[in-house]
């Protein structure tokens, strides 16, 4: 009768151990709703568009916050350990033994962590192509095309996060790096006003500034010219230039690249510092 108990025990903490993440995802669903309502009066507020087309700029911001967050956090949690025993191994040792030497190991990491966006991505899908047709002219197609934009972000910022991680091995300090490149990437526009101040003419380096904007690819699908809004006009000289919208899937694409490559660097066998628990 041992195995039958034993049967019995596994089956028990395997169903409690799957009620508990689903009870994660859902709760995280519910806090990325109440963020994108946050989000979504902000961008509304600024008047960047119409309610329909800030809807997606806030899920495009909302997937930029949260992924990174999401993966740095399962990361550290994997790097806990019960006791002390690895602060007496030598730092070579501790590389041999650290987890992250294995790419699959942080491919792993990077699907579990971010389950709850791609749920919350999934169930946005589904609403808003039943409701946003009827308020607004954006084809369902848009609407399609728009998450599976944004599940690229989901990647990208995820491996940004994960490179953050491989640099600090600190949980504070992986997420404040990769919202500072998410920054970058999206605000770097703004700083062509100091730049304006230096050059004549900066309409040739606009291009690459629109390029790596995530945001760009969204404005491009749905056809809304953020930049000329009355908030941004006067936050960026853009809007004093001839300068056209780069396509959404080379927008999608650089940002792909920028995953990618994020991904092979956080996956290299060596780390500088060391990993244990999550300490510098």
Not at 175 to 200: K, P
Request: net charge positive.
């Amino acid at each position: 009768m041992n195995w039958i108990q034993r049967i019995e025990t596994s089956l028990l903490t395997q169903a409690i151990r799957q009620q508990w993440r689903v009870g994660r995802i859902c709760f995280a669903i519910v806090v990325q709703s109440a963020m994108l309502v946050g989000i979504y009066r902000l961008l509304l507020r600024a008047k960047l568009g119409g309610g329909p087309e800030v809807i997606f700029l806030s899920e495009g911001l909302l997937v930029l916050i949260v992924a990174p967050y999401l993966l740095v956090s399962t990361l550290a949690t994997q790097f806990k350990t019960p006791d002390t025993q690895f602060e007496t191994l030598s730092l070579d040792e501790l590389l041999l033994l650290s987890p992250t030497s294995s790419r699959s190991f942080l491919w792993r990491s990077i699907i579990v962590s971010q389950l709850p966006s791609i749920c919350f991505l999934i169930l946005s899908t589904l609403v808003l192509a039943i409701s946003i047709p009827l308020i607004a002219e954006i084809p369902r197609t848009k609407i399609l095309l728009l998450h599976l934009v944004f599940g690229v972000y989901i990647f990208s910022s995820a491996a940004i996060g994960a490179l953050g991680w491989r640099i600090f091995c600190n949980q504070i300090f992986a997420t404040e790096l990769a919202y500072f490149i998410g920054l970058l990437l999206t605000g770097s526009v703004f700083l062509l006003s100091s730049v304006e101040r230096y050059l004549d003419n900066v309409q040739s380096i606009i291009p690459p500034f629109l390029h790596l904007n995530p945001l760009i690819a969204v404005c491009h699908l749905l056809r809304i010219d953020i930049f000329r809004t009355p908030y941004l006009y006067e936050l960026t000289p853009i809007p004093s230039y001839l300068f056209v919208y780069p396509p959404w899937y080379i927008v999608c694409g650089w940002q792909a690249l920028i995953g990618i490559g994020c991904f092979v660097l956080a996956s290299k066998p060596r780390l500088t510092m060391n990993c244990n628990s999550g300490k510098l």
